[in-house]
């Protein structure tokens, strides 16, 4: 059984996200979504929040699982008895650090891969951030989320004022 993790912080989970895990499972048997601990972000939802909206969003699909880790990334994929780590890329500029971080991945474990699947041209802008920020200013979510958890995100953000009026 060929087994993948994709790692992120999925703070919160997008639809960029959610093409990677679709496209990641036509290829894989399984496929284990990691919420990562990313010590220089200060997450908008908790881990185990993080790893309930995946699990709502990924129901449809029977190879998924969702799972969190602290540890190092190769030491998990390792220990899960997969061989292979998937990325998604945006933008080259993705592409820079993903590859050394693959590289120094395959430094300490050789027999660990990284994939990377570019990302769908209609999710390039998207990340996590961008998501946060247009849902502070009350912006339309349906294009950037699942639509399982978009009144997750926007009871979570308190609205902005916009030339003094509340924006939501």
């Known amino acids: 059984m060929k087994t ?10 997008t639809l960029g996200h959610l093409n990677i895990i679709r496209r990641a499972c036509a290829i894989f048997d399984k496929v284990l979504v990691c919420v990562m601990i ?5 997450p908008l939802f908790t881990l185990d929040e993080r790893m309930e909206l995946i ?11 969702v799972d969190a880790s602290d540890e190092l ?3 998990y994929v390792k220990q899960k008895g997969a061989n292979v780590i998937v990325k998604g890329l945006r933008a080259v500029s993705d592409f820079d650090w993903e ?3 693959a590289l120094a991945n395959k430094k300490i474990e050789p027999t660990i891969d990284t994939i990377f699947l570019a990302s769908s041209e209609k ?5 996590s951030t961008v998501v946060k920020e247009m849902a502070r200013y009350g912006a339309d979510l349906s294009g950037f989320v699942p639509r399982e ?6 009871s979570r953000l308190p609205p902005r004022r916009v030339n003094g009026s509340v924006t939501r």
Do not use: H, M
Not at 38 to 42: A, G, I, L, T, V
């Open 38 to 42: 990313n010590s220089d972000k200060r």
């Open 4 to 13: 993948a993790v994709y790692p992120g912080s999925f703070d919160p989970i």
């Open 55 to 65: 699990r709502r969003t990924v129901r449809r699909y029977r190879n998924v699982e």
């Open 123 to 127: 999710y390039t802008y998207l990340s």
């Open 73 to 75: 990334l190769v030491s």
């Open 99 to 101: 590859f050394q971080i």
């Open 149 to 154: 958890i978009i009144g997750d995100i926007t």
